[in-house]
């Protein structure tokens, strides 16, 4: 089925609810204090189907106090359809309504002029030319123009079946599933449930989603678009979401619900901003933010530090993270003024400096990716993840892939999805040979290096690894480096300078990775060399992570039978005055006792039997 979004636009009793109503007999003004004050307060949703075509109606507020509400439905909307009395014309809410509309790229316009018979054919003409002339200081794109009066049913129907000509904008599939919650409730007996359109990609029942603000995951109880139960919920549906496992005061009007991992939220973000004509944004000073279905004061810094401007980049402050993506567009307001536009070009902040950073934003408003994904890499030294290009960029995986694979210098790893400039394999090269020229018997595999080296990724160390082997630097035998200089087969010796190092540590022995660290082993050899002594009985396995030599251990138990000898019992008290040891290895020691026949326990006290 096709689905559209058509959101009203226009002054205060121009007629916007009444004309819903006589579209599809839906009234707006539900609440008590609408219909006393003949406003709509909040957003109002409805709908009106034909065959396969979906029209869902978001009817805002024209107050010019509500105008914030107004904001909030503008976002999802695919057309606007404003609405202008015949009696009064173009009002201030009308042009503050375009002025929004505008900044927000809304493109596709439906103008309605409505309460016809409150005025003659050649008034309606006139009021008719006004419009169209006010309207062409921008740059919609008018579907058509229809005059009509909620008490003349022709013209109705006609504006009707206009309606259901205007083509599915055809909303691109994106990356993932967002949703901005616009309304948030909790009927009796059904928990918590919420309201958006469906933006990015579809959703199922059943599935898990994340609320970004509330950092929780919850799932799909139940989906609903226009008051049915369905399975699945598609791009542009006005749907209700019951959610699993949260609260209804856990979430706000606003929140971002989308699936887990794919967004990040950052206490700041980088924008391009564009000002009403007649306004200026003010370096340093706070404004409300409305991105989304979200309404948040924040402080706008101009990005020349410049004591204001007309259009330009600036980095918006928050108090709580933000969860955005790149493209998307915002406005900005001062008490009950509109002051700007514009949309988000860096999501995702990254310490970087001044210069960079304005370069950086320069090539995302144009929207050279190469060259960000150039400025961005001089301070990712360590890599870029393009997993984040789906919020950085708007791009897929696949996308993201493509404009790396165009970049010069650089090593991508399409597995791990990370990007590396080839000046970083230089820094791992010499993070090995390190290794190598302190412990001469180093002997490491890839995976252990990459123990060490947690943000490369283990294509990237081989490159590193396979240059040093190359050089002559190291030889590889049975997926471990070497020093090429060691001509001898030192590995038969690893277990006499296992045994060594456990003689020396006695009876506090270190965890055996730590072992392997300090001896710049590869884990599983090590592993394998201890299975190996183990065996032999050379050295006792304790627990998971303590092994002790042989002969530390039989003398230790000679002693704790001493104690017991002299005190008539031992205890982790009397132990400890012997041996001031940690209670890890008091324990373990005393559990190991009990193994011995001539050894009873009694309470927490071990005597002779």
């Known amino acids: 089925m096709s689905n559209i979004i058509i959101g009203t636009a226009g002054h205060i009793d121009h007629g916007k609810t009444a004309l819903i109503k006589a579209l599809n007999g839906y009234e707006g003004d539900s609440t008590n204090e609408e219909k006393q004050r003949g406003i709509t307060i909040d957003l109002s949703f409805s709908n009106l189907s034909r065959a396969q075509q979906n029209i869902a109606f978001i009817d805002v507020p024209g107050h010019e106090k509500l105008i914030k509400n107004m904001i909030a439905g503008a976002f999802s909307f695919d057309y606007v359809m404003l609405v202008v009395s015949a009696s009064e014309g173009i009002m201030p809410q009308t042009i503050e309504h375009i002025q ?9 316009l439906i103008v309605t002029i409505t309460k016809k018979d409150l005025v003659t054919p050649d008034e309606l003409l006139i009021q008719k030319e006004n419009i169209l002339k006010f309207l062409s200081k921008f740059d919609f794109e008018i579907q058509f123009v229809h005059e009509v ?13 206009s309606l259901f000509t205007i083509k599915n904008t055809n909303k691109e599939e994106e990356n993932f599933f967002r949703y901005y919650v616009d309304r948030v409730f909790s009927p009796k007996g059904i928990g918590t449930v919420v309201t958006g359109t469906v933006l990015g990609k579809k959703l199922e029942l059943n599935e898990k989603v994340f609320i970004c603000e509330a950092q929780k995951e919850s799932k799909i109880k139940n989906i609903q678009v226009h008051n049915e139960n369905v399975l699945e919920a ?21 929140d971002l619900i989308t699936k887990k991992g794919h967004i990040r939220g950052f206490d700041s973000i980088d924008v391009s901003f564009k000002c009403l004509q007649g306004k200026t944004l003010n370096h340093n000073k706070s404004y409300t933010l409305f991105i989304g279905a979200k309404k948040i004061e924040v402080k706008v810094l101009l990005f020349d530090t410049i004591e204001n401007a007309e259009e330009g980049y600036a980095t918006i402050k928050a108090d709580e993270n933000l969860f955005t993506i790149f493209g998307e567009k915002f ?15 860096n999501p995702i902040i990254d310490p970087m400096k001044k210069n960079q950073k304005k370069y950086l934003l320069e090539c995302l408003d144009s929207g050279d990716f190469i060259s960000a994904y150039k400025t961005l890499l001089e301070a990712h030294k360590k890599g870029l993840g393009i997993i984040s290009s789906t919020q950085r960029f708007a791009l897929s995986h696949e996308e993201a892939i493509s404009f790396a694979k165009q970049l010069d210098d650089v090593f991508v790893d399409e597995k791990q999805l990370v990007i590396y400039p080839n000046a970083t394999k230089d820094y791992i090269k010499e993070f090995i040979k390190n290794i190598y020229i302190k412990n001469q018997y180093a002997l490491l595999s890839n995976a252990s290096i990459a123990l060490r080296l947690k943000w490369a990724s283990t294509l990237f160390i081989q490159k590193a690894l396979d240059d040093l082997e190359n050089e002559n630097f190291l030889v590889k035998e049975n997926n471990l480096y070497k020093n090429a200089n060691i001509k001898e087969d030192f590995a038969k010796n690893l277990e006499d300078t296992f045994m060594s190092r456990l003689r020396q540590e006695d009876i506090t022995p270190t965890a055996p990775y730590n072992i392997y660290d300090d001896l710049d082993l590869d884990r599983k050899l090590g592993d394998d060399i201890l299975k190996s002594l183990t065996a032999k009985k050379q050295v006792i396995r304790l627990q998971h992570n303590l092994f002790i030599h042989f002969e530390s251990l039989n003398k230790l138990i000679k002693e704790m039978k001493n104690i017991i000898k002299e005190e008539g019992y031992i205890e982790i008290a009397n132990f400890k005055e012997k041996y001031p040891l940690s209670r890890k290895y008091l324990v373990t020691y005393l559990d190991y006792l009990d193994n011995q026949s001539d050894i009873t326990k009694e309470g927490n006290k071990r005597i002779f039997a």
Do not use: H, M, P, Y
């Not at 549906?237 to 009007?253: D, K």
């Not at 406005?331 to 070009?345: A, M, W």
């Open 149 to 161: 009066s909620v008490f003349d049913e022709k013209s109705i129907s006609k504006l009707k079946d």
């Open 100 to 108: 929004i509309i505008n900044l927000l790229n809304i493109k596709n």
């Open 331 to 345: 406005i900005l307001r001062s008490s009950n003024e509109t002051i700007c536009g514009g949309k988000v070009l």
């Open 234 to 254: 598609n791009i542009s549906n006005r749907t209700a979401l019951n959610l699993q496992g949260i609260n209804a005061n856990q979430i706000n009007r606003g």
